[in-house]
T-cell receptor, first 112, second 113 residues
Framework: EAGVVQSPRYKIIEKKQPVAFWCNPISGHNTLYWYRQNLGQGPELLIRYENEEAVDDSQLPKDRFSAERLKGVDSTLKIQPAELGDSAVYLC??????????FGSGTRLTVV | DQQVKQNSPSLSVQEGRISILNCDYTNSMFDYFLWYKKYPAEGPTFLISISSIKDKNEDGRFTVFLNKSAKHLSLHIVPSQPGDSAVYFCAARQGGSNYKLTFGKGTLLTVNP
């Protein structure tokens, strides 16, 4: 079974530029999460989807971050414009409802 | 306010000995706890979990203990192997339909041959 696939693995951009991350969850997993992990910290939830619906986006900085999950499968997370403090690893995870998470390998973003 | 705390940033043990990783939490609404293991450049992978109705769960070399009154859990690895060297995250989930996980900062375990 293929795991959660994320791309790109690494991204370096200049501040004020836009950036987008893509996630393909495990087939059949209706719940999808985006987490952000800052250096030396544990992952923190940004947004959770149940199918196409964002059911918890309370931690998503909505002034510059946006996310979508079209057709309840793949998801994209966008930052526009990026700031230096956005440098982190962005992790996508999926699960069945209430089930254990499977994480992707993450996208390491560096904003310079 | 950190609701899940892993106060030891790192731990070093000899191969074959026991590794004990500790985790404390403050939110009494947490009812399910998990440990994740993370290698560099990979995402966290699930290791073991425990429900708040239990005080121990064992899976091979890995055992998790939960002390609800102290709001404390620990992960025991016996015997430790060099391949266990990784960052270990403690995570907790609130009861009900909120499936959000709250993570600690992690503990880097190094198992020396």
């Amino acid at each position: 079974e293929a795991g959660v696939v994320q791309s790109p693995r690494y991204k370096i951009i200049e501040k004020k530029q836009p950036v987008a991350f893509w996630c393909n969850p495990i087939s059949g997993h209706n719940t999808l999460y985006w987490y952000r992990q800052n250096l030396g910290q544990g992952p923190e939830l940004l947004i959770r989807y149940e199918n196409e619906e964002a059911v918890d986006d309370s931690q998503l900085p909505k002034d510059r971050f946006s996310a979508e999950r079209l057709k309840g499968v793949d998801s994209t997370l966008k930052i526009q414009p990026a700031e230096l403090g956005d440098s982190a690893v962005y992790l996508c995870a999926s699960s069945l409802v209430g089930g254990k998470y499977t994480f992707g390998s993450g996208t390491r973003l560096t904003v310079v | 306010d950190q609701q899940v705390k892993q106060n030891s940033p790192s731990l070093s043990v000899q191969e074959g000995r026991i590794s004990i990783l500790n985790c404390d939490y403050t939110n009494s609404m947490f009812d399910y706890f998990l440990w994740y293991k993370k290698y560099p450049a990979e995402g966290p992978t699930f290791l073991i979990s425990i429900s708040s109705i239990k005080d121990k769960n064992e899976d091979g070399r890995f055992t998790v203990f939960l002390n609800k009154s102290a709001k404390h859990l620990s992960l025991h690895i016996v015997p430790s192997q060099p391949g266990d060297s990784a960052v270990y995250f403690c995570a907790a989930r609130q009861g009900g339909s909120n499936y959000k996980l709250t993570f600690g900062k992690g503990t880097l375990l190094t198992v020396n041959p």
